[in-house]
């Protein structure tokens, strides 16, 4: 009878230790919990993305750098996507590790991924990939219910601030992401299409490359009407007015500049939250 006690209770735990087998984003198939409650993630905006789907509990890791939300601040960091902190990976014991695409991040992955612990990794681009990463990460939770109310909120959202913004004026806007060489967004930039949402035009959505190096030359040709600049970031007119070749730009010499939060940055819900900022900057 004993026996017998023993190898029900055995059965009974199995669901426990299940596991389901799922693709990520990158194609990589993943063995992953059937509820995993003890999760690292590597990048700020999968943290965000996480919390809006009710998980932040079961978050036991994150990345440097975090800024949102607050309440995740708290949490131990394990340092960046690029060289976390094997040991401190292994002293959180985690189930389940969630990142996302980057160029030259496999490696770090690679060596998580030895130590045992799964890693499922998103690959968001634009409005579009942050709703399939919300759907893609709820289904690792096992909360895609949360995850589809979350996405059909954000879709609202981005809908409205098109609406608020359609028929009126749309002006030709240039974003410096730095100064020396010149970065700035391309085509397929996630902040090029949050400026388009919001009612203006990136004067390099044509440029290919999501993040070109120009010169200071091709963008006076341009001429841009006004700047997009990060609030409190090292970019800033008053450095610009200064520099070579700057000053010959109409956005320059009328000193028209908009201003938007360090969130245009995360590739997560926080960004609709930038973008309605945004739009009210573009659109008073």
Known sequence: MKTLCVVLMLVFALPAFASRTLTDETGRVVVVPDHPH??????????????SLGGGDDIVGVSDYLKYPKEALKKPSVGSMFQPSLETI?????????????????VALDKIRALGVPVYVIDPHGFEGIYRSLESIGDVLN??????AEVARLRARVERVRASVKGKPVFRIFMPIWYDPVITIGRGAFITEMIAAAGARS???????EWPQMSIESIVERAPEALLLVRGGRVSLNVLKDRPGWRSMPAIQS???????????????VAIDALEEMAKEFHP
């Open 143 to 148: 909360r895609r219910a949360e995850a589809d």
């Open 90 to 106: 292994v002293s959180l014991h985690p189930d389940l590790v969630l990142a996302i695409k980057m160029v030259d991040g496999s």
């Open 255 to 269: 000193a028209r500049v908009y201003y938007v939060d360090d969130r245009v940055d995360l590739i997560s819900p």
């Open 38 to 51: 003890r999760l690292i993630c590597l990048v700020p905006s999968v943290v965000d993305e996480v919390y």
């Open 203 to 209: 004067v390099t959505d044509d440029v290919v490359q």
